[in-house]
């Protein structure tokens, strides 16, 4: 690869990280805050193809992770990514890489997108809910399944769908746009 094309990686990288930090200030706070990181994680990997997506997403962690305020509520720090909620920032990532693999193994068709999205939305709540309900019994005692579930998962399935169709509708415009039809 020639320097040119390395370059627009790295800005397109940057640009998808950035994306999903000023989406994460998009918030709803309850105790798993209602954020449009969802969208942008999915649009990222949907623009920018599995490879440059899903280091898009670890950008925005590892930005987040020193301290940068670009998570929700204009937070930011390790202590962020070591408590509830930071199984969900381990979810992006393995949402993204499930995307890359769907794409790499089936194309770049928008039903393989489409199935990746929902997959991988099932992948973030498998991680951000196991990692939640640890954190949540050593720090405040037992929690039942069905509780965290209630919590952490079902109040966002329909808010998720949501994101993931217009991630789709923003992927395609977008992509049609950069030439990645």
């Known amino acids: 690869m020639n320097k040119t094309g390395k370059t627009y990686d790295l800005v397109y990288i940057a ?11 998009i918030s709803i706070p309850t105790a798993i805050p209602f954020t449009m990181q969802t969208f942008a ?52 990532v393995f949402s ?25 939305l099932c992948i973030c709540y498998l991680f951000g809910t196991l990692w939640f309900m640890g954190v949540y019994m050593k720090t405040s005692g037992a929690v039942g399944i069905g509780a ?3 919590w952490c998962v079902i109040p966002f399935i329909i808010p998720d769908l949501l994101k993931i169709g217009l991630a789709m509708i923003v992927s395609k415009r977008v992509s049609f746009y950069l030439g990645r039809q």
């Open 41 to 92: 994680v999915f649009a990222a990997v949907g623009i920018l193809g599995g490879k440059r997506g899903t280091a898009a997403v670890l950008v925005y962690i590892l930005m987040g992770a020193v301290g940068l305020p670009v998570f929700a509520g204009f937070t930011g720090g390790a202590g962020i990514l070591l408590g509830t909620t930071g199984g969900y920032f381990m979810g992006f």
């Open 148 to 150: 965290v579930l209630g």
């Open 96 to 120: 993204a890489l499930f995307m890359w693999g769907m794409e790499r193994i089936f194309g770049k068709r928008q039903i393989v997108l489409l199935l990746s999205m929902i997959v991988g």
């Open 15 to 25: 640009l998808g990280a950035v994306m999903i930090a000023v989406c994460s200030w």
